[in-house]
């Protein structure tokens, strides 16, 4: 896996690319600011980027930003925003359109190596990894729409965790439940959000969409 990462604390930035190097991974470029993450995503083409949120010069909303015009511009490098702050017009806005390869993890929930590392090579395949809390304030705005008001209690359990970036068997285990029985929930949220079955749709990533965006 090809990494670049934005992250303007130099002893974060460093651990970071120690400890991605050791699991084998290239980290093609370490920076501290948006505009050579810009510039060092567009040399070396990585298969995903790691963006802190507030960096030079305002420490406000560079990396947001940055991260939208790599979406925009390289839409196959997978984008992890790794932060400590939640910003949930620009996450809605991160996730619009496609949410294939993106995610968003809280640096101060991230206790364990190998949980970053997973996250990580699965945004990187073009999955996503999006931590609970900012999924659950990304929920805020969701509530007002019919189809998602229609979801039962468990149907929005499993959709916050389809969100999370889990699999039917993740889900399964996470809320203790048979494998049939995620199945048959998100068969049943496919249906009141108006979901059919497409062969240029994937019905998974359309449902979040809608959950984290309408």
């Known amino acids: 896996m090809r990494v670049v990462i934005a992250e303007d604390a130099g002893l974060l930035r460093e651990g970071l690319t120690q400890m991605l ?9 370490a920076v501290a600011d948006a505009e050579a993450l810009l510039a060092a995503v567009k ?6 980027a790691v963006v802190d949120i507030r960096m030079p010069p305002t420490h406000t909303d560079e990396g947001l930003r940055a991260a939208l015009q790599l979406r925009a511009d390289h839409p196959d490098t997978g984008v992890l925003v790794f932060s400590q702050y939640i910003e949930t017009r620009y996450a809605s806005r991160l996730l619009a359109g496609n949410a294939s390869g993106v995610g968003y993890l809280l640096k101060d929930r991230v206790a364990d190596v190998a949980e970053f590392a997973d996250a990580l090579e699965r945004v990187a395949s073009g999955g996503t990894a999006l931590d609970p809390e900012v999924v659950s304030q990304l929920l805020g705005a969701s509530r007002r729409s019919p189809g ?9 359990d499993v959709l916050s965790l389809m969100a999370e970036g889990r699999s039917n068997a993740g889900i399964a285990a996470g809320l203790v439940v048979s494998g049939g029985a995620v199945e048959k929930h998100v068969a049943s949220i496919f249906a009141k959000l108006g979901l059919p079955p497409s062969e240029g749709d994937n019905r998974r990533v359309l449902a979040v969409l809608r959950y984290l965006g309408s």
């Open 43 to 48: 040399e070396h083409r990585p298969d995903v």
């Open 148 to 156: 998602l008001a229609s979801l039962t209690p468990r149907e929005r």
């Open 21 to 29: 190097t050791e699991r084998g991974h290239e980290v093609c470029a």
